[in-house]
């Protein structure tokens, strides 16, 4: 096509990047349902087939203390972990890591690492895992047994860091 100057590209490639990059940037998966008081997240069901979660690598500096946060003081409350909700069962479920460059938080404390890759989890309430990533396109899994059930998901970091309109412009 040759060039106009009131040429205006079409939006469809557009839209289609921030389809494709909404769930990398939410760092959801699976269904999300509505509960009778109104509060969503994955079903029980939903959970024992969920295939994959992803999130971005925590490679700023939220405090700007010269140290990106993976490699800062730990700490669970950051605003870069994606969140797994393990729904509510009966008695307790393992949960295991596989991979390097990940770390999984409950309740802003560090849960499992690579030095900590197994732990069980009281399985009486619905929990929200945070799951960090050290890097762009770090992979590994997460393994869920108990209550008769069992699922490993697939853990993957986004393959790079975009900018998007939820955040505050930065002046270069």
């Known amino acids: 096509m040759p060039y106009r100057a009131n040429h205006r590209p079409r939006g469809r490639s557009i839209v289609l ?6 769930p990398l940037a939410a760092g959801k998966c699976g269904k999300q349902d509505t509960t009778e008081t ?6 029980p069901a939903d959970f024992w087939e969920t295939e994959s979660l992803y999130g971005a690598a925590n490679l700023d500096d939220d405090d700007e203390n010269g140290v990106v946060d ?8 950051d605003n870069d972990l994606a969140e797994l909700l393990v729904p509510a069962g ?6 295991t890591l596989g991979g390097t460059g990940i770390r999984v938080w409950l309740d802003g404390a560090l849960l499992l690492d690579e030095t900590t890759t197994s732990t069980t989890l009281d399985a009486t309430d619905a929990r929200t895992l945070g799951v960090e990533f050290s ?3 770090i992979e590994g899994s997460l393994g869920f047994e108990g209550g008769g059930n069992s699922n490993t998901i697939a853990l993957m970091s986004a393959p790079l860091t975009l900018n998007n309109h939820f955040q505050v412009g930065t002046h270069l």
């Open 90 to 95: 009966t008695g307790s479920v393992t949960v």
């Open 17 to 22: 990047l921030c389809a494709l990059a909404l």
């Open 70 to 77: 993976w490699e800062d003081a730990a700490s669970g409350s």
């Open 38 to 43: 109104g509060e969503t997240g994955l079903s």
């Open 135 to 137: 890097d762009l396109l």
